[in-house]
């Protein structure tokens, strides 16, 4: 029988905004501090987010990878931290004005967030390192910024493939990553910690509200 605890104990998660451009999200102004969700289109950014959160639909999850065009900010409760989906990188099919655009606001936003306190790299367990994953680590280091290596879709390859990943991401982040399937459940919880480890801080205001210019979603 499955504890009830472990479900009582996983914080939820609020949609508290969607920001579409630099201009809104320079003008989201909140005190709470954020760790962005960041990976290549189709690694399951969106399925990853309704697994921590125990809910199917809170984040949208598209058949066509890419498609995501906005920055979601979602209120972690009780911490009263943010995790923040970034659109996905590295989908060729999408216009090369379009991929510029997501490209400005990912960097806006990475580089002028002054309460972002850590970068959750989602990476697909199922393909070999990819460069676009390593630039965006090294973005991250070169800021010193944290960052959280989640190799994602564990359920889909094998143990062996599994830990040569890991392997490989701990060697080039210089910590272990978690691996993780949204499908089984495996490593929702270590994630969680390394989550709240990260956006804990003793002035964090668990009642901050965020004000935007953005159109905000229940």
């Known amino acids: 029988m499955p504890d009830q ?19 809104q999200l320079e003008s989201a102004a909140h005190d709470l501090p954020q760790i962005a969700f960041a990976g290549r289109s189709n690694v399951g950014k969106s ?8 809910r199917k639909t809170l984040a949208k999850v598209s058949s066509e990878p890419g498609k995501t065009r906005s920055v979601n900010l979602f209120k972690v409760h009780p911490d009263g931290f943010c995790l923040t989906d970034l659109p996905g990188y590295g989908y060729a099919r999408r216009g090369q004005e379009e991929r510029k655009a997501w490209a400005a606001l990912i960097q806006r936003y990475l580089e002028h967030t002054p309460s972002l306190r850590a970068l959750a790299l989602l990476i697909d367990c199922r393909i070999p390192t990819q460069e676009s994953d390593r630039i ?7 800021r010193s910024l944290p960052v959280i290596g989640v190799l994602t879709k564990a359920d889909k390859c094998r143990l062996q493939e599994r ?8 060697r080039l982040l210089g910590d272990k990553p978690v691996v993780v399937s949204s499908v089984t459940r495996m490593g929702l919880d270590e994630l969680w910690v390394r989550l709240r480890e990260a956006g804990r801080t003793a002035e964090t205001p668990l009642n901050a509200e965020i004000s935007t210019g953005a159109p905000e979603h229940a």
Do not use: G, V
């Open 5 to 23: 605890s472990d479900k009582k104990n996983t914080p939820s998660l609020e949609l508290l905004a969607t920001l579409y451009t630099l201009n």
């Open 47 to 54: 399925s990853l987010i309704n697994a921590l959160a125990r």
């Open 136 to 142: 965006m680590a090294e973005f991250a280091r070169a």
């Open 163 to 170: 830990a040569a990943q890991a392997k490989t991401w701990e």
